[in-house]
Each structure stands twice: as C-alpha cells, then as structure tokens.
C-alpha cells in the first residue's frame, strides 16, 4: 500500500516569506506526528495530532510556526515570516494509534527540505 | 538537553562482520525505545523495538539489547551487508514524553565490501 508522501519535496523560500508543507499519511491512521531535522542531528518532536485536534503541540519552535489536519487525514504544517534558522527537513510520520498505546509504529515520509535564503 | 544520546557519528565495518551501534538515554521515564534506518534523501524506516519489560529482542540479523541500569541501549547486526550502509537512530518514547519519539543524532553506518 501507500506510504506516507510529503508535497513539494523540496522548497526555496525567501526570508519573510509564507510556507505551506503538506503530508498524507497512511490510510487510516489516526495518529499524525511532525518532526524537523537539521544538519547532523536527529529528528525533532514538533507536534502531534489525534483525528483532526493537536495533542501535543509541546515542540513547536514559536509561533510563527501552525499546523492543521481540519479532516483528520492530510495534514498541512504552516511557517510564516520565514528565518533563515528555520532550514531544514521537515518529516510527517502516522501510525495507526498513537496517544497512549505509543508502542504502535511510527511511519515516516520522505521530508520537506526547507531553505530559507 | 540531550535526552537520547549516539556519541558515535559514524562506524565503520568489514562486510561478514558484527556492526555494534550504541545509544544512551537519561530519562528513566522512557519504557520504550526503537532502532530507525535511514538512507540519504528517504525518511527514516523502522527497523526494531524492544519494550522495557525486556533486556533482548531479535529479528534476524539485528539484536537490540536494554540495560536499564545503565541507560543504554545497542543495536547488534550480524553479519552485516553493504546494503546496511545507513545512518541509524535510536528513539525512545513513554512515560512523561507519551507518543512522541525523542531521537539521537545518528550513527553513520559504513559496510565495507
């Protein structure tokens, strides 16, 4: 079956400027999980969702940072007045449960490489 | 803080041979942890788990082992193939942290034929 799949797989932006990053995760999963990942470091925890509302939001850099999933399937995480700081590749994961039966399998995409010149 | 910690940027190691990979976590409250692969350009594929209720778990060629006394986690693989030629993380999730997975930097995995 399908995986998760990320749109666009890379973005240019100017700093200052709005993005959208989209993911489509597994069929069926309820459980929708953003993580970013710089240069030489492993992913980080942004925020989570259960169905459509935002469990965890806990990773969030600031507020210029958003994300939805108002249908609770495709997810689309929103950075406005974009830093430079803000380079790196964003990855959706989606697993079939999440919450507290985390032991269930986080599936990733293959990111978003963000570049903020 | 570093909660999840692979002080190894990258092993290298003769094809047929063991590949050992080593993760250190500082919060007890973690009761699950997991081994993801990842290949330049793709996200990161699970690859095996293991509960802390047990100190081994096994799937094929990769071992993970647990000591929880010692925070430490290591990922065993025999023999390894070129084609395990990967970054790989550890990840721990649970307790005060719920679903959400805390990774470590990598490991940079070189099989070399």
């Known amino acids: 079956g399908a995986g998760v799949s990320q749109t666009p797989s890379n973005k240019v932006t100017e700093k200052g400027k709005y993005v959208e990053l989209r993911c489509d995760p597994i069929?069926?999963?309820?459980?929708l999980y953003w993580y970013r990942q710089s240069l030489g470091q492993g992913p980080e925890f942004l925020i989570y969702?259960?169905?459509?509302?935002?469990?965890?939001d806990s990773g969030l850099p600031n507020d210029r940072f958003f994300a939805v999933r108002p249908e609770g399937s495709v997810s689309t995480l929103k950075i406005q007045r974009t830093e430079r700081g803000d380079s790196a590749v964003y990855l959706c994961?989606?697993?079939?449960?999440?919450?507290?039966?985390?032991?269930?399998?986080?599936?990733f995409g293959p990111g978003t490489r963000l570049t903020v010149l | 803080d570093q909660q999840v910690k692979q002080n190894s940027p990258s092993l290298s190691v003769q094809e047929g041979r063991i590949s050992i990979l080593n993760c250190d976590y500082t919060?007890?409250?973690?009761?699950?942890f997991l081994w993801y692969k990842k290949y330049p350009a793709e996200g990161p594929t699970f690859l095996i788990s293991?509960?802390?209720?047990?100190d081994k778990n096994e799937d094929g060629r990769f071992t993970v082992f647990l000591n929880k006394s010692a925070k430490h986690l290591s990922l065993h693989i025999v023999p390894s193939q070129p084609g395990d030629s990967a970054v790989y993380f550890c990840?721990?999730?649970?307790?005060?942290?719920?679903?959400?997975?805390?990774f470590g930097q990598g490991t940079e995995l070189s099989v070399k034929p």
């Open positions: 994961a989606s697993s079939t449960a999440g919450g507290p039966t985390y032991t269930d399998t986080q599936y």
């Open positions: 069929s069926g999963h309820t459980a």
């Open positions: 969702f259960q169905g459509t509302g935002a469990a965890d």
């Open positions: 919060n007890s409250m973690f009761d699950y």
């Open positions: 293991i509960s802390s209720i047990k």
């Open positions: 990840a721990a999730s649970g307790g005060n942290q719920g679903g959400k997975l805390i």
